[in-house]
């Protein structure tokens, strides 16, 4: 299998321009954050940060300082909030099983949106065997949340409600303090987490300001390092640890603190948040170029998400109809432009995007649907490239289809 | 979603970049389909087959993920030169694998898929001439059930999911 992999790059040779805007899921890391995280392998802040020694006592003071911009940057109050976690996937799972067996005692009933990301989804149903009913908001056709089902769901046995602030697939801003106050007003002691990793360096974030109890941030969805992200917990608010280990310097996720990701993650919000209006200007313009380009030199498209100021300035997700997603995928990776697709292709139960589907796209939609998302590292000439390769990739595998996969 | 490694074959990419027999046969004597565009896994073929029942051309159209072109792509190849009873006999899926030189066992689906539609293609020849044949059985073979039961299953999820017309 290895040895196919290496054929399927030797087909690569010869690109002449590389275009990766698969931002959703993984993102190369800028030379900048790199270079702040190399001292910390081998130079200094090598060791642990719960032990008496120099190197230790380094490790402690990076952390906690890393711990207070991040802290910072999310509009906390203090730096105790911030629990740093090995990913997004581990804060979203931290802040529902955490938050749901801290306070089972009061209430077992889970609220979230229909298109929140998997790692909230399948918390949920792993919850479910644990006796916490899951009860799924539906969105509307641009995957805004329906505040008045919200309303109808939160009741006096709910115990957390969960809503994603920007969709991560469609890109979708949501009224969280709409949802929020609906949520609080139903029941106050329900607990409101958001995963705020598509919102974290792309629109204005307070987590205070809120008034939300939990949020998810992550480090690479911000061109940080893999492999490490963040769980505000509001102080005061009851979270249960969900690992078992040694406790270092924070009580929610036990083993040593990775402080070369940590400095890597909070590097890499500094350069996000150091010109936060330039930085989103840029992967807005930039963005829509990419989207408006697309629309204007080919026909059959779908925009999937909302237009306007309620969308992420990074997000284009498009429907390419009579055109299946993975085959456009490979097409245009055979031309230097690397994007993913919402298609079910790898799978016999061949059931696409969830996202995609919440909002009504129809299954032969889904499966021709791209994401896409530019960031500040993204030049003009690398959208007019993608824009080169787009319509002649398109037009190839249309013409495969031919007349078939036309209902 | 759920997401696997799909390190394709040489074999794949070059069918997939550069696919044999592709397109829609005016003068086709029969065509067949199978798979539907909610499943995202759609083939179609064409067959020109003379009066010896010996298959003289075969193309394709295909909606769907490399392997899908590939397994599709193959097919109309082992088909062309064949008498009817071989290609009903002799093309399975595994041997489409093969031809391809494997696939990600989550692809086998597009060489069962393919052959589900070279056997309907084969039954509707008889059925548009009116003649039986010997060798084709009344039940429906494994490929042909796989390939219903992938259509049934897309619609079936398509109508829980609530994805309709309307929406």
């Given at each position: 299998m290895v040895e196919n992999v290496k054929e399927l790059l030797k087909a690569h040779e010869g690109i002449t321009h590389e275009v990766y805007l698969d931002n959703e899921n993984s993102t190369m890391v800028p030379k900048e954050v790199v270079d702040?995280?190399?001292?910390?392998?081998?130079?200094?802040?090598?060791?642990?940060?719960?032990?008496?020694?120099?190197?230790?006592?380094?490790?402690?003071?990076t952390i906690m300082e890393s711990a207070q911009k991040i802290s910072k940057f999310l509009g906390a109050k203090i730096l105790e909030e911030i629990t740093?976690?090995?990913?997004?996937?581990?804060?979203?799972?931290?802040?529902?099983?955490?938050?749901?067996?801290?306070?089972?005692?009061?209430?077992?009933?889970?609220?979230?949106?229909?298109?929140?990301?998997?790692?909230?989804?399948?918390?949920?149903?792993?919850?479910?065997?644990?006796?916490?009913?899951?009860?799924?908001?539906?969105?509307?056709?641009?995957?805004?949340?329906?505040?008045?089902?919200?309303?109808?769901a939160v009741d006096k046995e709910t115990?957390?409600?969960?809503?994603?602030?920007?969709?991560?697939?469609?890109?979708?801003?949501?009224?969280?303090?709409?949802?929020?106050d609906i949520v609080k007003d139903k029941n106050p002691d329900a607990l409101f987490h958001t995963d705020a990793s598509d919102a974290y360096g792309r629109i204005p974030l307070n987590v205070q300001d809120l008034k939300v109890d939990l949020a998810t941030v992550g480090s690479y969805k911000i061109l940080g390092p893999r492999g490490i992200g963040a769980l505000y917990v509001k102080e005061g608010v009851n979270v249960d640890k969900i690992l078992e280990g040694q406790i270092g310097t924070q009580k929610l996720w036990p083993g040593?603190?990775?402080?070369?990701?940590?400095?890597?993650?909070?590097?890499?919000?500094?350069?996000?948040?150091?010109?936060?209006?330039?930085?989103?200007?840029?992967?807005?313009?930039?963005?829509?170029?990419?989207?408006?380009?697309?629309?204007?030199?080919?026909?059959?498209?779908?925009?999937?998400?909302?237009?306007?100021?309620?969308?992420a300035p990074d997000n284009a997700n498009i429907s390419f109809l009579r055109c299946e997603g993975e085959a456009l995928t490979i097409e245009l990776s055979l031309k230097g432009v690397y994007v993913s697709s919402g298609s079910a292709c790898s799978r016999r139960l061949l059931q696409p995007s969830h996202v995609l589907v919440a909002i009504g796209r129809r299954f032969s939609e889904a499966h021709g649907s791209i994401l896409m998302k530019t960031t500040r590292y993204h030049t003009e000439e690398d959208i007019t490239y993608v824009l080169d390769v787009i319509p002649s990739a398109v037009g190839r595998i249309r013409g495969i289809v031919g007349s078939t996969g036309v209902d | 979603m759920s997401r696997v490694p799909l390190p394709y074959t040489q074999k794949v990419l070059d069918l997939f970049r550069n696919p044999k027999n592709l397109g829609k046969m005016e003068d086709a004597t029969v065509v067949a389909i199978s798979g539907n565009p909610a499943c995202g896994d759609m083939i179609t073929f064409y067959l020109k087959?003379?009066?010896?029942?010996?298959?003289?051309?075969?193309?394709?159209?295909?909606y769907g993920c490399a392997a899908n072109i590939a397994t599709a792509s193959i097919v109309t190849e082992m088909l062309k030169g064949l008498r009817l009873e071989s290609a009903w006999k002799d093309i399975?899926?595994?041997?489409?694998?093969?031809?391809?030189?494997?696939?990600?066992?989550?692809?086998?689906?597009?060489?069962?898929?393919?052959?589900?539609?070279?056997?309907?293609?084969?039954?509707?020849?008889?059925?548009?001439?009116?003649?039986?044949?010997?060798?084709?059985?009344?039940?429906?073979?494994?490929?042909?059930?796989?390939?219903?039961?992938?259509?049934?299953?897309?619609?079936?999820?398509?109508?829980?999911?609530?994805?309709?017309?309307?929406?």
């Amino acid at each position: 299998m290895v040895e196919n992999v290496k054929e399927l790059l030797k087909a690569h040779e010869g690109i002449t321009h590389e275009v990766y805007l698969d931002n959703e899921n993984s993102t190369m890391v800028p030379k900048e954050v790199v270079d702040a995280m190399l001292p910390y392998y081998s130079q200094r802040a090598y060791g642990n940060p719960t032990l008496t020694h120099k190197p230790g006592w380094e490790a402690f003071e990076t952390i906690m300082e890393s711990a207070q911009k991040i802290s910072k940057f999310l509009g906390a109050k203090i730096l105790e909030e911030i629990t740093f976690t090995p990913g997004e996937t581990e804060a979203n799972n931290l802040a529902l099983m955490g938050a749901a067996f801290a306070n089972k005692h009061k209430d077992k009933k889970i609220v979230i949106s229909e298109i929140e990301p998997i790692n909230v989804l399948h918390v949920t149903e792993l919850l479910q065997k644990f006796g916490f009913a899951t009860t799924k908001i539906p969105v509307d056709r641009e995957g805004f949340l329906n505040l008045e089902k919200l309303k109808e769901a939160v009741d006096k046995e709910t115990v957390l409600a969960s809503i994603a602030t920007v969709n991560n697939e469609i890109g979708t801003i949501q009224p969280l303090k709409d949802a929020l106050d609906i949520v609080k007003d139903k029941n106050p002691d329900a607990l409101f987490h958001t995963d705020a990793s598509d919102a974290y360096g792309r629109i204005p974030l307070n987590v205070q300001d809120l008034k939300v109890d939990l949020a998810t941030v992550g480090s690479y969805k911000i061109l940080g390092p893999r492999g490490i992200g963040a769980l505000y917990v509001k102080e005061g608010v009851n979270v249960d640890k969900i690992l078992e280990g040694q406790i270092g310097t924070q009580k929610l996720w036990p083993g040593v603190e990775n402080t070369p990701l940590i400095v890597g993650f909070t590097k890499a919000s500094e350069l996000a948040f150091h010109s936060f209006e330039a930085n989103v200007n840029r992967m807005h313009t930039l963005r829509d170029k990419l989207a408006d380009g697309i629309f204007g030199g080919l026909s059959d498209l779908k925009l999937n998400g909302p237009k306007g100021d309620k969308r992420a300035p990074d997000n284009a997700n498009i429907s390419f109809l009579r055109c299946e997603g993975e085959a456009l995928t490979i097409e245009l990776s055979l031309k230097g432009v690397y994007v993913s697709s919402g298609s079910a292709c790898s799978r016999r139960l061949l059931q696409p995007s969830h996202v995609l589907v919440a909002i009504g796209r129809r299954f032969s939609e889904a499966h021709g649907s791209i994401l896409m998302k530019t960031t500040r590292y993204h030049t003009e000439e690398d959208i007019t490239y993608v824009l080169d390769v787009i319509p002649s990739a398109v037009g190839r595998i249309r013409g495969i289809v031919g007349s078939t996969g036309v209902d | 979603m759920s997401r696997v490694p799909l390190p394709y074959t040489q074999k794949v990419l070059d069918l997939f970049r550069n696919p044999k027999n592709l397109g829609k046969m005016e003068d086709a004597t029969v065509v067949a389909i199978s798979g539907n565009p909610a499943c995202g896994d759609m083939i179609t073929f064409y067959l020109k087959i003379n009066d010896q029942e010996i298959i003289e051309k075969a193309s394709f159209e295909s909606y769907g993920c490399a392997a899908n072109i590939a397994t599709a792509s193959i097919v109309t190849e082992m088909l062309k030169g064949l008498r009817l009873e071989s290609a009903w006999k002799d093309i399975t899926w595994k041997k489409v694998t093969e031809e391809v030189g494997g696939l990600p066992s989550v692809k086998f689906h597009c060489g069962i898929l393919a052959v589900g539609a070279v056997k309907r293609a084969i039954r509707k020849y008889y059925e548009q001439k009116g003649v039986a044949s010997s060798w084709i059985p009344q039940e429906l073979t494994f490929e042909e059930k796989q390939a219903l039961e992938e259509e049934e299953l897309a619609k079936t999820l398509a109508k829980r999911l609530h994805v309709a017309e309307e929406k």
